[in-house]
């Protein structure tokens, strides 16, 4: 099971609709699958998702740093040796996605060469997730349109509302028009993406507390420490931290000083192992954890429903799975399904998906 290859394949698929949000937004998938290939001819497979705005990575970045640094460093090592790789790669300061695929692909593999899948590899806790769905930045009718359908089409009945306009009234009238939509019993939470000053999202927050938000998402930077700070200390519902806490130490930091109390765990930056760090730090501090989306396609999407589905603390809330439905194609043979609001669990060996070769071929952006 030794790794005898690590590949860094960029592929770009667009958007039918794109993304808009406060720190960015996204109009094609311009990712990057890596592949860890075992002597035995077993091959791992996860995405890496560069974003720019929030963790400087590109796409070239991603493949220069695993076709220079990664892969030479790892050939060689078994795919249980996930401790000893993890420490080469921590020798490069940085470049998260590009370490936290490479971990899953390693998973991935050992899951293959086992027979097992990576879900009850992982912990093996839930067969199935509810589904959360995040709504980017439109006016007011768009959005509430676009959640009833998919209500309607998919049975989802939770979402993220992507919030962090100034000034605060367009995203106030947003969040009405949805909960207007979708009734009382949808969920409905906040992402701010560091878009708001403290005093803009704590005023926010009063205007929507009739609504009833199940948390709120990084509305506010965190650098800036004592506003941080002191609109966690107000606020009536969960402050989850998501960028400010890309790290096990930097989720210890924001839950101590009390800047969070709650964590977005997301695979493609933490990958499985250190999101496993996240979760047990998490639950062994009292402080909650959600499954976030960093816009993953269908690959990094399974990704996160085998790490969400393996534990307890992050199995009971709807996880955000659905926004690869907004891009133009994906690579995987099989497509994922949102059934009832819900998706299952895969039980084919490893990640449970198969890479569409063709298509690849068709979208890799390296030929």
Known sequence: MRIIDVRAIPFAIPYRKPLH????????????????????????????????????ETQASIVAVID??????IRGASILDREPVRAKLARTVGNPTA??????????????AVGQPVHRLLGG????????????????????????????????DSFKVKVGRLPIDRDIAVCRAIRNAVGDDAELYLDG???????????????????????????????DVL?????????????????????????????????????SIKTARTGFSDSLRVAHLAEGLGAEVV??????????TACSLAFGASQRTTANKAAELSNYLDMADDLLTEPLRITDGAMTVLHGPGLGIEIDRKKLDYYRTDR
């Open 291 to 300: 499954i976030g989306n960093q816009i993953d396609g269908q690959v990094g």
């Open 21 to 56: 949000f406060a720190s960015g937004h996204i109009e094609v998938a311009d990712n990057v699958l890596v592949e860890v290939e075992t002597e035995d001819g077993i091959v791992g497979v996860a995405e890496a998702p560069p974003r720019p705005y929030t963790y400087g």
């Open 227 to 263: 506003g941080r700070r002191w609109l966690v200390g107000q606020c009536p519902v969960p402050f989850v931290a998501d960028e400010s806490a890309p790290t096990p130490a930097d989720v210890t930091r924001e839950l101590l000083a009390g800047a969070a109390n709650a964590i």
């Open 99 to 112: 370490k936290a695929a490479i971990d899953m692909a390693m998973w991935d593999a050992w899951g293959k």
């Open 125 to 156: 806790y839930a067969q199935r997730l509810q589904v959360s769905h995040m709504l980017g930045f439109d006016d007011p009718a768009a959005m509430a349109d676009e959640a009833i359908r998919m209500r309607d089409e998919f049975g989802i």
């Open 193 to 223: 993406n560091r878009g708001w000053p403290a005093s803009e999202a704590a005023r926010a927050v009063r205007e929507l507390a009739d609504l009833g938000l199940s948390r709120v998402e990084e509305l506010c930077p965190a650098d």
């Open 68 to 73: 220079s640094l990664f892969a030479p460093a």
